[in-house]
């Protein structure tokens, strides 16, 4: 199994070894390796309330068309229903936990079935049962409430009884009488947005449902319920991202859900079905062409997704738009009657304004941001291509390729239990002491890292990689003996101001350190000695000043000793000393105007906060490890640490300032306490130009300001001393 410790690399390696001495071995989950059973009429939900006062339209699609459109005139007249799934299982085979995927048809939320072969529900089915998975089709809730009226069938057959009465065939009367009634009167239809918007509310019930049934049932089928995806065509997509995206009722707007006129309360998302108190988000999604009905809710979320969908889709819109916004009452007739086309829709308007929807384009975009570009989804986004593209000659097969094989590299990968921004938990088998930590140091999203709870794990990895032998700001979200914790060599905490050649710098006291750190710093006792220091437990939630000797920083512990990641604290957290705060980041944090300025939405930290230089500036007297002045555009990622002035809002009588920025010097030396060592410090505001003297941002596009913070544009390159931003000089 896939795991992101070396210490199981050997493990890997066997497994490798094992395949290739039977290179012709089927391999689970990838191949076709199993014979099926399929076990129909599932019942994964009882007494489920389901609109039931057919529109006429609906009638006369049904009755005379034989097309299967829900349609309906009310929401007020309902009956209780079963909803039901066709569960497709590999024929003997022995595994008990194996992966499950939950496949949802699409048809607008008004046709297809679970048994709809044109859906690819059962082709899909059968196929990942072949390979291993257990699959179920599953039949949610159909049908829209649609506005105005339409001939009713009673009268049609009245109509009709005319021409069979004068010997025509049946089948040909009734659509007859229907347009001879359709030539002498005009009708206008429609379904409102919010009607369509509580359609999907209903299909995330549903699948809701369908995930925790399984679940519940996980020993019953042979299910892993912890490996339980979500596969959705078109509608069928749009409830698969609405599942593993939503997880209340709040998360829809009242309009979905809540009573209004001629309309029911629907109720919460997990009211119907079983296991209520079972986790009801599946732990991966295929969405071929969906969409979500707002991007606001996707917010940090690194569930794996695989999205597909064609840039000129015009049903679901690849970017941003109404569904079916071009739907005519003319698509409604089958094709052995599209001739009749031009005279039904000369005679009804059909206007469906669906809500607007959010296609793959802008969910893809929303979660690289959220959840910071190493999470980025999996998508496969083709140019010029409509809706449901996988009818179209050559992408049949790699639609299915490419499904397949992310629900292989789902099913083999280590379980994910927690996703949280910036940190992973995950287990790598099913016993507890697998369970393992990897902070993501170089998460760039922009959700705060927020553990919700005090979280234990055997072992931990802090995927962020440090410059050895130079100094890096660090807070953790777990305590730790420094005796458990490979590559570092020095640990250090604020500890106030002090001075440096007569001016302001900043005392580091040293906590913990290696014999070599010590000896390479001259760190003596009272009597001279070379200072010693015990093992001690590095606070979580504590900023610290860290020296490594390696590039990576990693925890060795097991689950006789686990290390506890600590629940994210809600104020800042801060070390405050001699009116000022080192102060650890949870949250990307970008300054923006200084309120000197008087600009709108200015940052009151701009002018009083300070970032660490990464190289020197002779021309600027600044050294590496310098607290510079930060101006705006400056950021800082989160688990590390910068110097704020405190009490900055306060202001005199008069309104000004206690103390004006340009009060502060525009940079201050580190020292450590215990010696004179001048220290240096890595940064992630941003590097100096020791040939230049230019302070560039780490940011791109970042404006052009002098050290004071102020902004100098197309005068910089008329300027002196060190710019945040662009680089102009010449």
């Avoid at 999907?200 to 449902?209: K, L, T």
């Avoid at 969906?290 to 970017?319: E, Q, S």
């Avoid at 086309?341 to 607007?356: K, M, N, Q, R, S």
């Avoid at 070390?575 to 709108?600: A, H, L, M």
Wanted: hydrophobic share 40%; net charge negative.
């Amino acid at each position: 199994m896939k795991s992101l410790f070396n210490y199981k690399l050997p493990i890997a390696l066997v497994a490798v070894a094992a395949f290739a001495t039977a290179a012709n071995a089927d391999v689970r989950y990838k191949d076709r390796m199993f014979e099926v059973d399929t076990t129909k009429n599932v019942v994964y939900a009882t007494g489920v309330p389901q609109l039931s006062a057919r529109h006429n339209l609906m009638a006369i699609v049904q009755d005379i068309f034989k097309q299967n459109i829900s349609f309906y005139a009310n929401e007020t007249d309902e009956s209780l229903v079963d909803l039901k799934m066709d569960i497709y299982s590999p024929k003997n085979d022995g595994e008990k936990k194996r992966a499950a995927v939950i496949v949802a048809h699409g048809g607008s939320f008004v046709a297809g079935a679970k048994d709809d072969t044109d859906q690819k529900s059962v082709a899909y089915c059968g196929s990942l049962a072949a390979r291993g998975f257990v699959a179920a089709s599953i039949g949610y809730r159909l049908g829209v409430t649609v506005q105005g009226d339409f001939t009713d069938p009673v009268t049609l057959a009245k109509n009709a009884a005319v021409f069979v009465g004068g010997g025509m065939d049946v089948e040909k009367a009734i659509p007859l009488a229907l347009f001879s009634d359709i030539n002498s009167n005009y009708y206008d239809l429609s379904i409102e947005a919010d009607d369509y918007a509580r359609a999907v509310y209903r299909g995330v019930q549903d699948i809701n449902a369908a995930v925790r049934y399984l679940r519940a049932n996980a020993e019953t089928y042979g299910i892993d319920p912890e490996r339980i995806y979500v596969l959705g065509n078109s509608a069928g997509a749009i409830l698969a991202i609405e599942n593993i995206y939503t997880s209340k009722e709040t998360d829809f707007p009242p309009e979905s859900y809540q009573a209004g006129l001629n309309r029911p309360a629907l109720g919460g998302l997990n009211d119907y079905g079983v296991g209520n108190t079972l986790d009801a988000h599946a732990n991966g999604a295929v969405a071929l062409w969906g969409a979500i009905h707002n991007p606001a809710i996707l917010k940090y979320n690194k569930t794996p997704i695989f999205l597909a969908h064609g840039d000129a889709d015009g049903t679901v819109l690849f970017k941003e738009g109404q569904p079916m916004k071009n739907f005519s009452a003319g698509s409604l007739l089958p094709d052995e009657y599209a001739g009749l086309a031009p005279t039904l829709e000369e005679h009804v308007t059909f206007t469906i304004d669906a809500p607007t929807l959010y296609g793959s384009f802008v969910i893809d975009s929303v979660l690289k941001v959220n959840n910071g570009t190493k999470a980025k989804p999996e998508t496969y986004f083709v140019e010029g291509q409509k809706h449901e593209f996988y009818n179209k000659e050559g992408y049949t097969e790699e639609v299915q390729s490419r499904v397949f094989d992310f629900l292989y590299k789902l099913a083999t990968s280590d379980k994910v239990l927690h996703a949280l921004a910036g940190v992973t938990i995950a287990r790598a088998n099913d016993k507890e002491d697998s369970v393992y930590a990897v902070i993501d140091g170089g998460y760039d999203g922009t959700d705060i890292v927020n553990i919700p709870s005090d979280i234990k794990v055997a072992s931990v990895s802090f995927n962020r990689e440090f410059t050895p032998s130079v100094y890096s700001t660090l807070t953790l979200p777990f305590s730790v003996n420094t005796n458990k914790v490979n590559g570092l060599a020095a640990v250090l905490r604020y500890n106030g101001l002090g001075k440096k050649d007569g001016k302001d710098a900043i005392r580091m006291k040293v906590v913990w350190a290696t014999g070599d750190w010590v000896s390479a710093h001259e760190i003596t006792d009272a009597e001279g000695f070379p200072m010693t220091y015990e093992n001690v437990e590095l606070a979580a939630n504590t900023p610290y000043l860290v020296q490594m000797n390696a590039k990576t920083f990693s925890v060795n512990s097991g689950i006789n000793d686990p290390i506890t990641l600590k629940e994210t604290p809600t104020t800042e957290t801060d070390v405050s000393i001699d009116g000022w705060t080192f102060r650890g980041t949870w949250e990307y944090k970008k300054w923006g105007p200084s309120c000197s300025t008087e600009k709108q939405n200015c940052d009151p930290e701009t002018g009083y906060a300070y970032g660490f230089a990464a190289s020197e500036s002779k021309e600027n007297n600044i050294d590496v490890g310098d607290f510079v002045k930060v101006g705006e555009g400056a950021w800082i990622t989160p688990m590390r640490a910068y110097l704020v002035k405190e009490n900055i809002s306060s202001v005199r009588a008069n309104g000004a300032y206690a103390i004006r920025p340009s009060e502060l010097p525009e940079f201050m030396s580190v020292v450590i306490d215990n010696e004179d060592g001048n220290e240096e410090h890595t940064t992630v505001i941003g590097q100096f130009n020791t040939r230049t003297g230019e302070f560039r941002m780490n940011n791109a596009g970042a404006r052009t300001y002098d050290l004071k913070g102020r902004y100098v544009g197309d005068k910089a390159n008329k300027a002196r001393g060190a710019y945040y931003g662009k680089k102009l000089l010449k």
